[in-house]
């Protein structure tokens, strides 16, 4: 027998093919018993023979898998400063065409789409770049395929990330935390990224957000870039920003206004005459409640491990011997900062009031200790400042020093009379005897001379009176001047500190309102 032609080998191969794949198709539908009629049951075997998960569903090699992918944030469960960690519940969606996945409706009952294990398709390895902790996520073990072979794989995802949060701003702070998402190993070639949907309904969108907690959610931004580790391999990846709110009245309520209080008692305290001793004790009692203040409130004021920026790195054009200074000025005040610069300003405020409450008492107390008034500080205390800064009635603190001055003008007087009348009287005294000797015609002993011990000693006493209470006055006068003084300075030192109390204020308020606003 002649041995068959290439035409008869061709057409025979092609027969058995057509006869192997309907006994496949009869296989596959000839389910007997409880599945006899499931159709689900003939498409998941008809998917699932010959599969091969581990192999990118793609017919071309040539051809890249693109994956569409989602976000939307559920709930910002946690947000962890000193460690630097953001915890947020999302509802992640990624969708991709497996080319393997595919079927024809009108073969299985008009079935359009169904669902199939997760362990059972190959699904693309994107993961979120900034993972530092593996989330108590739900485990989804199905996703939806469509006839046309698209798959879609939605799951919530607990995402415990790192994000660098900056508090300065505390607490009308608004943090920017990102979720990079890309293929750990997949090339561009093999795997690329794009939006589900567009950026703009990303942004605005916060239907699911969960908008009770003390974060608000402002919007989420989207940011798609190729790049390269060895400038021969090329990946895909798409960041999406997360811009978050704290909402501050909790912390507005609780620790701004106790502090506001507080400063404003220290203001109103000024009103207390500064010789009457009880200005330190009440400046004293503030400043120890204010610190009992700070140590409860501590837990509550958040801590960052942030470190500071590098000083030769950032100025290497300051040289010389102060070049130190402007890094550690702006060292100092980020660590400041961080700890709360509101409370470590009003604390020094509060210091600095009684510091120039203790000033101004030692200066109001034992004045005839001091040496007098210095003539430049007479006249720039007493003579400049009060036209300058219009202060008037500054004798007022010397009310009770001027009724010491008119009884002691009294007493001097009284003394003064006092010893007249009785030097007056003794010489009145003397001559009446003598003219009574004289008409009795008695031998009588020369009279004394008005010089006498008696008298001599008398004008001594009277001199020493004299000489007390000038001096008392030189004292008084001194002690008169260092009280203008004291009360000159009080009013001064309250003004400025009145006058930075109310800048600081100002600018503190305007910062937050900015923040709050931005």
């Known amino acids: 027998m ?56 793609v017919k071309d090699w040539r051809t890249s898998t693109l994956v569409a992918i989602d976000l939307m944030v559920y709930s910002i469960l946690n947000v962890d400063e000193k460690n630097q960690v953001l915890t947020t519940y999302v509802w992640y969606r990624q969708s991709w065409t497996d080319e393997f996945l595919v079927w024809n409706p009108d073969d299985f009952d008009e079935v359009k789409q169904v669902s199939i294990p997760t362990a059972n398709v190959w699904v693309p390895d994107i993961l979120i770049n900034e993972f530092v902790d593996v989330g108590k996520s739900p485990d989804i073990p199905y996703v939806y395929v469509t006839h046309d072979g698209l798959v879609r794989n939605y799951k919530p995802i607990q995402v415990v990330t790192a994000c660098t949060l900056n508090i300065y701003n505390f607490p009308f702070d608004v943090q920017k935390c990102s979720l990079t998402f890309q293929s750990w190993l997949h090339t561009i070639d093999d795997i690329n990224i794009t939006l589900m949907r567009s950026p703009e309904e990303l942004r605005e969108d916060k239907s699911v957000f969960m908008n009770q907690g003390e974060w608000e959610l402002l919007h989420i931004l989207s940011n798609y870039k190729i790049f390269s580790v060895d400038n021969d391999d090329y990946y895909a990846e798409m960041k999406f920003h997360v811009v978050i709110r ?140 009060p036209a300058l800064f219009c202060i008037y009635k500054k004798h007022r603190l010397c009310s009770r020093l001027s009724s010491q001055d008119s009884d002691m003008d009294d007493y001097k007087d009284n003394n003064y009379g006092t010893a007249q009348c009785t030097l007056h009287h003794t010489c009145e005294i003397g001559r009446q005897h003598e003219r009574e000797a004289a008409l009795l015609g008695r031998a009588l002993p020369p009279s004394r001379d008005p010089s006498s011990p008696v008298v001599s000693n008398i004008l001594q006493e009277v001199t020493a009176i004299r000489n007390f209470l000038e001096k008392r006055d030189r004292g008084n006068e001194v002690a008169k001047e260092w009280l203008q003084v004291g009360y000159v300075l009080d009013v001064l030192l309250f003004r400025v500190y009145l006058v930075a109390v109310v800048a600081y204020s100002i600018t503190l308020g305007t910062l937050w309102s900015v923040w709050q606003v931005a």
């Open 2 to 57: 002649r041995p068959p032609s290439a035409w008869t080998s061709l057409v025979l191969f092609f027969v058995i093919q057509g006869t192997c794949r309907a006994c496949t198709v009869k296989k596959l539908g000839s389910s007997t018993g409880r599945f006899a009629n499931a159709t689900l049951v003939r498409l998941s075997e008809f998917l699932s023979a010959g599969y091969k998960k581990g192999v990118r569903p």
């Open 246 to 385: 704290r909402r501050p009245l909790f912390y507005t309520v609780n620790l701004l206004l106790p502090s506001i209080f507080l400063m404003v008692m220290d203001i109103v305290g000024f009103y207390l005459p500064p010789d009457s001793g009880e200005r330190v004790s009440f400046k004293i009692t503030l400043l120890l409640g204010y610190s009992v203040f700070l140590i409860i409130v501590s837990d509550t004021l958040p801590a960052t491990a942030i470190g500071t920026p590098l000083i030769g790195d950032r100025y290497p054009h300051v040289q010389g011997p102060c070049c130190w200074i402007l890094p550690v000025s702006l060292i100092f005040f980020r660590l400041v900062g961080a700890v709360g610069v509101y409370f470590v300003v009003c604390m020094a405020l509060l210091v600095i009031s009684l510091t120039e409450t203790v000033l101004i008492v030692r200066l109001v107390h034992k004045q005839d200790l001091q040496p007098p008034v210095p003539h430049w500080l007479r006249y720039l205390v007493l003579e400049r400042a």
